[in-house]
């Protein structure tokens, strides 16, 4: 025998009565509810489908000479130097391994006009053509073949293009020191073209004399 709920004896039925009017609407709205649900769990499915229905966020990444990094620029990057002159990119592969630009016959003809200044005296400030320091050697020669680059090693080291000592080519610049304080242009067989210093002047250096802070290519 079904036991109701305990009510007083005569409110039994009543009671009942009362309660299915109820029970039907509480049945309509949780069938509402329900359908609501699957019409949005509908529209997610479909908006996901379709990605070119969700905004995507795109964000750029760039360097130049004022606002670029150089405090890994062996590891690769791009820049540009703030005359427009010197531009480059180095670019990666689907595999993730870097893609170096090419040498530069500008740059191995500015290595030549640079040489011609061998036993030059230094002159810190210097920029040629009776004396040198070492980013005046360096942007003096590189302005003989239409190449105007930033004055200072440091804005220098954030100009062109960053290449790995692995593919390093005559011609390329060579900012060394761990503050880039000092700079040469890379001869080959392991030699740097410089302004050294005071009673020095500019001379070839072996390139593993130095701590090498960036490597850049000029174009």
Known sequence: MAVACVTPKGETMASTTHRR???????????????????????????AADPGSIPIESVANSGSAETGSASDPVAG???SASSGSGTGSASGSASGSAMVPVSSPRARTALSIAQSQLGKPY???GTGPNSFDCSGLVQWAYRWVGIFLPRTTWQQAKAGSAVPI???Q???????????SHEGIYVGNGMVLNAYDY?????????????????RRFF
């Open 77 to 79: 990057g791009t820049g």
């Open 166 to 168: 692995w593919a390093i």
């Open 199 to 215: 009673g020095v002047g500019v001379v070839y250096t072996p390139i593993t004399q130095f701590h090498i802070f960036a490597i």
């Open 123 to 125: 002159k810190w400030g």
């Open 21 to 47: 009017p109820l029970r039907y609407l509480l049945a309509t709205l949780m069938g509402t509810l329900t359908l609501a649900t699957v019409v949005q769990t509908a529209a997610l499915g479909t908006a």
């Open 170 to 180: 005559p011609g390329d610049v060579v900012i060394v020191n761990r503050d880039a």
